[in-house]
């Protein structure tokens, strides 16, 4: 099975982002501190929560916000999701799980926002991508 919290912390890595915990509150879970290069994640995340919410950071990273915005954060989400999850992937969660949100997100690993966050980049723009450019995220280490 793909580890997606060790394949999230290696891309923070290979990126030179450093990735520390901290007590963010009870309602945020992560934040991207772009002049620090760093992503602060809440320390008491589940392990769902951490990948979803390191992948949405990631997201943030990539298109370089500093601020929060309603586009900004579902940008980052759909970002983070097709960063962590293949097409095939998601087919197969479907396939074993059943179409429930919550049931494909706990194959996967992730948090149901992040399964939401994939189905509309699927719908807006995964399934409009050339056939190389998805066998190219397949094939990109997870």
């Not at 954060?73 to 197969?92: F, K």
């Amino acid at each position: 099975m793909i580890d997606r919290l060790d394949t999230m912390f290696q891309h923070a890595a290979d990126l030179g982002i450093e990735v520390e915990y901290a007590d963010l509150g009870p309602t945020r879970h992560g934040e991207y501190h772009a002049r620090a290069e760093r992503i602060v994640l809440h320390y008491l995340l589940t392990r769902s929560q951490m990948i979803s919410t390191l992948a949405h950071e990631l997201g943030h990273q990539r298109f370089g916000d500093t601020c929060s915005t309603p586009a900004n954060e579902r940008r980052a989400w759909e970002y983070g999701a097709a960063l962590i999850v293949t097409p095939g992937e998601y087919r197969q969660a479907e396939r074993h799980a059943g179409p429930h949100v919550g049931a494909i997100a706990a194959e996967l690993e992730v948090t149901p926002r992040l399964v939401e966050a994939w189905r509309r980049w699927w719908c807006q723009r995964g399934q409009h991508l050339p056939p190389e450019t998805l066998t190219r995220l397949a094939r990109v280490p997870r």
